[in-house]
C-alpha cells in the first residue's frame, strides 16, 4: 500500500518561496511517474508538474512554468516542489501522488501566498 505524505507548505507573501516535500512509501513509486498537484477553494485539482520515475523529464503547467520547479530522490522516496516568485492565485492546497494511476491521495499541505 502506497501512502504519501506531503509537506512544506506555509503563508508567504507574493513573491516569496517554499519547498514541498513528498514521502512516498511503497517501492513502486520509483518506478511511476510522479505529479504534484493543487486544489484551491471551489475549484477542481489540477496538475501543476510531473517527473518521469528517472527525473529525466519533467512537465509544467503553463501557469508555473519557469517558477516551480519538479525533483526526485528515488533513494529517499520524495519528490520535491521548489517554488519560486509566488503568486496569490498559488494559493492551494498541493498533493503529490502517480500520475495516470493516482493511489489514495494524502493530506496535501496549505499553500498560502497573501498580496
Known amino acids: 500500500q502506497v501512502q504519501l505524505v506531503e509537506s512544506g507548505g506555509g503563508l508567504v507573501q507574493a513573491g516569496g518561496s517554499l519547498r514541498l516535500s513528498c514521502a512516498a512509501s511503497g517501492s513502486i513509486v520509483a518506478l511511476k511517474t510522479m505529479g504534484w498537484y493543487r486544489q484551491a477553494p471551489g475549484k477542481q485539482r489540477e496538475l501543476v508538474a510531473r517527473i518521469t520515475s528517472s527525473g529525466g523529464s519533467t512537465n509544467y503547467a503553463d501557469f508555473v512554468k519557469g517558477r516551480f520547479t519538479i525533483s526526485r530522490d528515488n533513494a529517499k522516496g520524495a519528490v520535491y516542489l521548489q517554488m519560486n516568485s509566488l503568486k496569490p492565485e498559488d494559493t492551494a492546497v498541493y498533493y503529490c501522488?502517480?500520475?495516470?494511476?493516482?493511489?489514495?491521495w494524502g493530506q496535501g499541505t496549505q499553500v498560502t501566498v497573501s498580496s
Open positions: 501522488n502517480i500520475v495516470l494511476y493516482p493511489v489514495p
